[in-house]
C-alpha cells in the first residue's frame, strides 16, 4: 500500500511540474524576439554598410518593398530596427498566446 501512495504522490508532483513549466510568458516572450528582430535587422544593414562594395545589399534591398523607408543606408538601418522590432515583437506574441491557448485546451 505503501508504494502505491509513493506513486501517487510523484504522479501529482510530475502534474505539478507539467503545468508549470508549460506556460510560456507571451510579455517575455514578445521583448525578446523584438530585440532579436530590431537588433538583427540593424545589424545586418549595418555589416553590409561597413563591407561596402560596387552593390551593398541587393537582396537586403528587396525589404524596402515591405517595410515604408527601409533601404540599405545608415538611415535605413534605424527604420529596420523599427520594423524588426515590429515584426519580431508580432511573431513572439502570436507564438506566446498560440502555444499558451493550445496548453490551455490541453489541461482541460
Do not use: D
Amino acid at each position: 500500500m505503501a508504494v502505491s501512495s509513493g506513486k501517487q504522490t510523484r504522479y501529482s508532483e510530475i502534474c505539478e511540474v507539467h503545468q508549470a513549466v508549460v506556460r510560456l510568458q507571451t510579455g517575455v516572450l514578445t521583448i525578446v524576439c523584438a530585440l532579436l528582430g530590431g537588433v538583427g535587422l540593424f545589424m545586418m544593414t549595418a555589416w553590409l554598410l561597413i563591407k561596402g562594395g560596387p552593390q551593398v545589399g541587393v537582396h537586403l534591398q528587396l525589404l524596402g518593398q515591405y517595410f515604408i523607408g527601409y533601404s540599405v543606408t545608415w538611415h535605413g538601418s534605424l527604420v529596420g530596427l523599427f520594423y524588426g522590432a515590429l515584426v519580431g515583437g508580432v511573431v513572439g506574441w502570436s507564438i506566446g498566446t498560440i502555444y499558451n491557448g493550445i496548453v490551455a485546451i490541453r489541461q482541460r
